[in-house]
């Protein structure tokens, strides 16, 4: 079978957040790989100027390699 799966996995996992400038929202859904390997990073308040959304298409890397390289949290 190797990276991908017989059957997508299709359920989804969606998120939305908004302060006084802006609202966003974000959804994620798996598909036929074996493991997700695309990840999001949302951070609309970095100081009173600044947000920051990011998406990560992982193309075989983990999600957390992926936010690490960020380096936001």
Not at 28 to 45: L, N, S
Not at 55 to 70: E, F, T
Request: aromatic share 10%.
């Amino acid at each position: 079978m190797g990276v991908y799966l017989s059957t997508p996995k299709t359920e989804k996992l969606s998120d939305d957040g908004e302060n006084y400038r802006l609202r966003y929202g974000l959804s994620c859904v798996q598909g036929w790989r074996a493991t997700m390997e695309d990840a999001h990073a949302a951070f609309p308040d970095l100081d009173n100027l600044t947000a920051f959304f990011g998406v990560y298409d992982g193309h075989g890397v983990i999600p957390r390699q992926i936010l690490s390289s960020a380096n936001l949290d």
